[in-house]
């Protein structure tokens, strides 16, 4: 007996395999209904009902599989009540059966093509044998957000812009102690 890592799922040898295949979450395309990913939670919110009510318009996630790939997932209204006690920011889950559709609009959150969308036969499993251990993180080089060289359709965080400021005050000061260590 010995065991083996594929996916990410630690399998054991000398047992028949019970988990369905796993798909990368770069491969996850509005081509089939039956992906089935392993997934960490790196982000999850409620979005409000715009005009006041105090019901919320959907839950919101950001999934990130093993190699990094990450992917926008949507939980609509009606569905909150199934799905939104199943799912902890944090935690790694197998989720199959979803649908998937275009990942457009002015903001996104990730830069996948696809988003998921959660159906009524969505399935959510924590995945207890999974560790997703890279870092949820990507970073824009300053010279990036400068020069205004980013995709504005993609969302970057506030700390871009409080470093850029930050640099530009360090750059300032180091530049009038140069001038005054070379006029002395």
């Known amino acids: 007996m010995w065991m083996f890592t594929q996916g990410g799922h630690l399998f054991d040898s000398s047992r028949p395999s019970t988990l369905p295949e796993v798909d990368d979450v770069l491969a996850v395309n509005p081509s089939k209904d039956t992906w089935t990913i392993v997934v960490k ?47 902890t920011e944090g935690r790694v889950y197998q989720i199959s059966y979803f649908s998937v559709g275009e990942n457009g609009g002015e903001f ?24 997703i251990t890279m870092s949820p993180y990507s ?13 504005s359709s993609y969302l970057t965080g506030p700390v871009a812009s409080k470093n850029l400021k930050r640099m530009e ?4 000061e180091l530049l009038l102690i140069f001038c005054k260590r070379c006029s002395s």
């Open 41 to 87: 939670v790196n982000r999850m919110w409620v979005s409000p009902c715009f005009g006041g009510s105090k019901l919320p318009f959907s839950m919101e996630l950001v999934f990130m599989d093993a190699k990094g790939c990450k992917i926008h997932a949507t939980v609509r209204k009606s569905l909150l009540y199934r799905f939104q006690p199943l799912i």
């Open 169 to 172: 005050n360090w750059k300032r």
């Open 108 to 131: 996104r959150t990730t830069m996948h093509t696809y988003k998921i969308n959660f159906e009524m036969h969505t399935t959510v499993r924590l995945a207890t044998n999974t560790l």
């Open 139 to 151: 970073f824009t080089p300053l010279s990036d957000i400068r020069f205004n060289v980013l995709d």
